[in-house]
Nanobody
C-alpha cells in the first residue's frame, strides 16, 4: 500500500474532521498531493492540493473551511475540514502525482448529517 487514507466518519453539520493520507517515502516527494471527493451520482472532484513547495489550491466550495497541510517528518498529508455541510458528504480520496505515475489511495467516507 502506497497511500493510506483515514479519518472519515459521521459528523453533524457544523462539525469538524481531519483526514490523513500516509504516503510511502518515495511518494511523499510527489510533485503534487491532494484530496478529491466523489459523492453518489457525481463525478470525482478536486477538493484541495498541495505542491512540493507548499503552494495550495482549493475548490471554491471549500475555501475558508478546509485546510490542506503536510507533515514531512511523518510523510503525511492532512485535510482539516471545519464547518462541514451535508453537501460535503462523499468518499474522499488521496492522490499523488509522482514522476513514476499517478497514484490513488483507498477512499474514506465522510458523512455530514444530523
Amino acid at each position: 500500500v502506497q497511500l493510506q487514507a483515514s479519518g472519515g466518519g459521521l459528523v453533524q453539520p457544523g462539525g469538524s474532521l481531519r483526514l490523513s493520507c500516509a504516503a510511502s517515502g518515495s511518494l511523499f516527494s510527489s510533485n503534487l498531493m491532494g484530496w478529491y471527493r466523489q459523492a453518489p451520482g457525481k463525478q470525482r472532484e478536486m477538493v484541495a492540493t498541495i505542491l512540493t513547495g507548499g503552494a495550495t489550491n482549493y475548490a471554491d466550495s471549500v475555501k475558508g473551511r478546509f485546510t490542506i497541510s503536510r507533515d514531512n517528518a511523518k510523510n503525511t498529508v492532512y485535510l482539516r475540514m471545519n464547518s462541514l455541510k451535508p453537501d460535503d458528504t462523499a468518499v474522499y480520496y488521496c492522490k499523488a502525482i509522482h514522476p513514476s505515475g499517478v497514484y490513488w489511495g483507498q477512499g474514506t467516507q465522510v458523512t455530514v448529517s444530523s
